[in-house]
């Protein structure tokens, strides 16, 4: 089990350890929304993550057939976003106060990344989403 929380700590969660996959997405979105040169993202079923703490604090946002985004309403940390019909959740692993088992293991929307970041590792990389 992972426990993570937004950056005030008003809303608290946790999650099984058991993401089926986890990367590095570039994308402009994923970068203006962390502030960072990418996003770190595990993926795991919406049933095995729990909100155990400021339920009233959670904010979801962009709302779709999709899913949407939930973020703290005080801090407006990124905690996760539920995808494919709202049945995944795309956790942001610097949420997580522990270490996941799965580690990110491939990069995606390298051909949009931030021209002033620099890509060191030999993970996967992908222009988009993977085939």
């Given at each position: 089990?992972?426990?993570?929380?937004?950056y005030?700590?008003?809303?608290?969660?946790?999650?099984?350890?058991?993401?089926?996959?986890?990367?590095?997405?570039?994308?402009?979105?994923?970068?203006?929304?962390?502030?960072?040169?990418?996003?770190?993202?595990?993926?795991?079923?919406?049933?095995?993550?729990?909100?155990?703490?400021g339920?009233e604090?959670?904010?979801?946002?962009?709302?779709?057939?999709?899913?949407?985004?939930?973020?703290?309403?005080?801090?407006?940390?990124?905690?996760?976003?539920?995808?494919?019909?709202?049945?995944?959740?795309?956790?942001?692993?610097?949420?997580?106060?522990?270490?996941?088992?799965?580690?990110?293991?491939h990069?995606?929307?390298?051909?949009?990344k931030?021209?002033?970041?620099?890509?060191?590792?030999?993970?996967?990389?992908?222009?988009?989403l993977?085939?």
């Amino acid at each position: 089990m992972l426990t993570g929380s937004c950056y005030c700590g008003l809303v608290r969660f946790e999650v099984d350890d058991a993401f089926r996959y986890a990367f590095y997405c570039h994308c402009s979105r994923c970068r203006r929304r962390t502030g960072a040169a990418c996003a770190a993202v595990g993926g795991i079923e919406i049933d095995k993550l729990r909100i155990t703490a400021g339920h009233e604090h959670l904010l979801k946002v962009d709302e779709s057939e999709e899913g949407y985004r939930c973020l703290c309403n005080q801090c407006f940390s990124p905690m996760y976003d539920t995808v494919r019909g709202s049945t995944f959740a795309h956790v942001q692993l610097g949420a997580l106060s522990g270490t996941p088992s799965q580690r990110p293991d491939h990069h995606i929307y390298v051909g949009s990344k931030a021209d002033w970041h620099e890509i060191t590792d030999a993970l996967s990389r992908f222009e988009e989403l993977p085939p």
